[in-house]
């Protein structure tokens, strides 16, 4: 059996991983009402939570290496609309909805990062005063997936923000993100040491894949419950 350390992770395995917590997610979402509190829901919760730091980890490469940032964000933009009324229907029986705890659905988080990446890809770290300011968006994005109502999007910011400003210094990166995640939502914490894994690879598989996956999935809930209403 090989040692933890001498696994070799590329892009593709760390989405695939992020998905798999990600049912843990939808399931804590669509088998338990808006609203309703049982103990299966916490840990389904608490367990989709450790797909965060992958997505958020993937958001920065993709930002660094895309061949079209423009291209990127409009896709993953594209997907967060696309999602928000089917989402909205089966957690709050309206198309639309603001209000409510769930008000957006997660996609809309990553758009905000990415728009956090420009910010601070142009700012950078130069002086003081860029520092500052780059640490103020940071807090600034995260602030507003709260005023949003983007649920867990807080740590998806912060992580966002740490993967890209810490790059060069992977020791402090991961040790800053382990403690943000625990901060923030505790499990998340957990992903942190499968991700220190990379190999800079990014896989083999259709990229457009993982921008229909999470769509379909809100799409096809929405209409077996309309269907059943």
Known sequence: ??????????????????????????????LFPLGESSAVKVILSFLGYIALPFFAFMLVEGFAYTDSRIRYVLLLAAAAVLTEPFFDYYMCGSWLDFESANGQNI??????????????????????????????????????????????GGCVQLLVGIFYLLHEHPRVKNWAAAIAAF???????????????????????????????????????????????
């Not at 457009?208 to 929405?222: G, K």
Request: proline share 4%.
């Open 183 to 229: 901060l923030s939502l505790g499990t998340p914490a957990l992903a942190i040491p499968v991700i220190t894994r990379y190999n800079d690879e990014p896989g083999e598989y259709n990229k457009y894949l993982f921008y229909v996956a999470y769509p379909a999935v809100w799409i096809c809930a929405a209409l077996l419950k309309l269907a059943l209403a």
């Open 107 to 152: 996609l809309f988080a990553y758009v905000l990062g990415f728009l956090q990446l420009y910010f601070i890809s142009y700012m950078g770290t130069g002086s003081w005063f860029r520092t500052l300011c780059t640490v103020v968006m940071v807090l600034c994005c995260a602030l507003w997936t709260d005023i949003l109502n983007i649920p867990s």
């Open 1 to 30: 059996m090989k040692k933890f350390s001498d696994i070799s992770l590329n892009g593709l395995h760390l989405k695939l991983i992020g998905w798999a917590f990600t049912l843990f997610h939808l399931a804590a979402m669509l």
